[in-house]
């Protein structure tokens, strides 16, 4: 029983002690409480080097919260001059704006212009002439391109609340990038798409523009570009990287248990083993990342209004503008090439083909590359012709696409593949059926359900085999083709804009079980490339070096993480002096 008293109260003076640690961030967090309903940042690249920031935030104030009086800017670990800071509160001048004493950027002081709790303020600041953000571009499929990369200001989650932020992020390039110079950074923690809208400014300046509407403003984003050096003077590059240590202490303590530091820092520490934590999933996240960036070989598209669609894409064609993978794209051409019975598999695995003498008329440049890169005898040489041929083709797309929305076009697309199944599904008879899908192959393998449709559509009766099916099956002999002219069932196009009618459908005997067709079918789409190009992500990261290559960082000039602070500036919290080692950057990122 004594024991037991004694277990309880000193459960009794933990509970007085962690109550005591937690009531002042408790109490604090419940005074300072906004949303940030709409947040634009745009970073202008300028041509001297400098970088010139533009904020846009409107705030929307708790109404059971202190007035927001002072707002704390995080900005670029770079060169700027505060007299260079501007900025406005709902279309007032703010009445002073300074260094900030919380974070590495300036402090806006709005003094009687406070927004009053339940209020909403729209608060806009430009920074000109910050200096000291290009770092040189080190991977080497460009010479003499620069990097920049910027995290926007953010504030603490304790004080933002913000879950649907409309947000965008805009990187304008420097006069004289041109539409196909410039690349961009993957974003990292971003909710959005990957991939930004590209276009340029009334003035020809190339952009990047990421949009969505489910950002918060509590959450570091980071976001960058790489363009040509020749744009910028050379003494505007940094050329040896500086790296920081984040503010954060490298003291130690000294006498006194274990708990007893941990105790009387626990407070302060506790944000700094949570950034950790954040940190690895981050890491975590941005390795997934960036393994499917290095899958997007189609470069950003620069859009110019008002000219639609681009019709008269191939499928194979259509295929590159929607980044299928490059294993789909080739078992494409083989069948492409099949139909047009320009070739003749003499074995699957490992795959090797003999080309028809003479070669039938009106191969497409990628089709005869295709050929030419299984005459090489060596394995890694055929890999390196295909490749070749893959990055051609999708530079081919790329200037096709000049001065047509992607966009649109990817949807105009789309609709075909989708009518082009529904062309085979609603066929009435196996003749009619079995045509259709020969017809429109390359079509239907654009679905990303080709295989289960194949398998669903496909099985519920005999299938008569198209006429160059032995030369995909060498187990089949030669089959005399029955004209489709006269009597026999003729598939009904689909328009594709000129795409898909490269090989006109025809019927074939003998016909076999549709179950053992569609198995076929679906096995050599899914094998027969793969047998040729192996690791598919090493295959077309070394094609997206060459079209859209991933920059690499040397050296982000980070911002630092904003904050917000209001009720008067007391200081609570983390007061950055304990001894606590990284505490100064964990306040530093994310403060008040």
């Excluded at 974070?103 to 927004?115: K, P, R, S, T």
């Excluded at 209020?119 to 953000?133: A, F, K, L």
């Excluded at 990303?448 to 299938?463: A, C, H, M, V, W």
Aim: hydrophobic share 35%; net charge negative; glycine share 10%.
């Amino acid at each position: 029983m004594v024991k037991t008293m004694k277990i309880l109260r000193l459960l009794a003076v933990l509970a007085v002690i962690l109550a005591a640690m937690f009531a002042p961030a408790a109490v604090q967090a419940q005074t300072y409480r906004f949303e940030v309903n709409e947040y634009e940042v745009e970073a202008y690249l300028e041509a001297d080097g400098s970088l010139t920031l533009y904020y846009y935030m409107v705030f929307q104030n708790d109404p059971k919260a202190d007035p927001i009086d002072f707002i704390d800017l995080g900005l670029p670990q770079a060169d700027y001059d505060y007299k260079n800071i501007s900025g406005t509160i709902d279309d007032k001048p703010i009445p002073e704006i300074g260094p900030s004493s919380y974070v590495d950027g300036a402090e806006l002081a709005l003094q009687d212009l406070a927004i009053q709790p339940g209020q909403m303020g729209t608060v806009i600041v430009t920074v000109s002439n910050i200096t000291g953000v290009l770092f040189p571009y080190d991977q080497p499929d460009k010479d003499n391109y620069v990097n920049f990369q910027i995290t926007p200001n953010y504030f603490g989650s304790q004080y933002d609340r913000s879950t649907e932020t409309k947000y965008r992020m805009t990187i304008i390039l420097p006069p004289g990038v041109g539409v196909n110079d410039g690349v961009y950074y993957t974003p990292s923690g971003w909710p959005g798409e990957d991939a930004p809208e590209a276009s340029t400014t009334s003035d020809g300046r190339v952009y990047y523009s990421w949009y969505t509407e489910n950002a918060n403003v509590h959450t570091p984003y980071t976001f960058g570009a790489a363009f040509p050096a020749r744009v910028v003077p050379t003494e505007s590059i940094i050329a040896v990287p500086v790296v920081s240590d984040g503010g954060g202490s490298s003291g130690s303590t000294s006498g006194g248990s274990f708990w007893d530091f941990f105790s009387s820092n626990f407070a302060c520490c506790l944000p700094v083993l949570l950034v950790s934590a954040f940190s690895i999933w981050a890491a975590i996240t941005n390795k997934k990342k960036a393994q499917k960036r290095k899958l997007e070989y189609m470069p950003p598209k620069i859009s110019i209004e008002g000219q639609g669609i681009k019709r008269g894409l191939t499928a194979v064609e259509a295929g590159i503008l929607m980044q299928e993978p490059l294993d789909k794209i080739l078992t494409m051409i083989l069948f492409g090439l099949l139909k047009k019975e320009a070739i003749t598999i003499t074995n699957k695995d490992p795959l090797t083909i003999e080309p028809a003498d003479p070669l039938p008329g009106g191969l497409y440049a990628y089709e005869k590359q295709f050929i030419e890169a299984f005459k090489l005898p060596n394995d890694r040489e055929r890999t390196k012709q295909l490749q070749s041929m893959m990055i051609d083709l999708v530079k081919s797309v790329t200037e096709k696409m000049k001065g047509f929305s992607q966009k649109e076009t990817v949807a105009y697309y789309e609709d075909i593949v989708s009518r082009a199944w529904k062309a085979v599904q609603d066929a009435q008879t196996p003749e009619v059926k079995s045509a259709q899908y020969e017809h429109t192959l390359e079509w239907t393998m654009l679905d990303e359900d080709f295989n289960r449709k194949t398998q669903e559509t496909l099985s519920g009766g005999p299938i008569i085999i198209p006429r160059w099916w032995w030369r995909y099956d060498p187990t089949f002999g030669p089959s005399p083709a029955t004209s489709t002219s006269g009597g026999g069932a003729v598939a009904a196009p689909v328009s594709s804009g000129g795409g898909a009618g490269s090989s006109k459908p025809s019927v074939s005997l003998p016909h076999i079980p549709g179950s053992d067709f569609a198995a076929s079918m679906i096995n050599g789409a899914s094998s027969l490339a793969a047998g040729v190009i192996g690791n598919i992500t090493g295959f077309t990261s070394a094609i997206t070096s060459k079209t859209n290559p991933v920059p690499i960082q040397t050296s982000s000039p980070k911002s630092g993480g904003g904050g917000f602070r209001g009720g008067g500036g007391g200081g609570h919290s983390c007061a950055c002096a304990c001894a606590c080692a990284g505490c100064a950057c964990a306040c530093a990122g994310g403060g008040r």
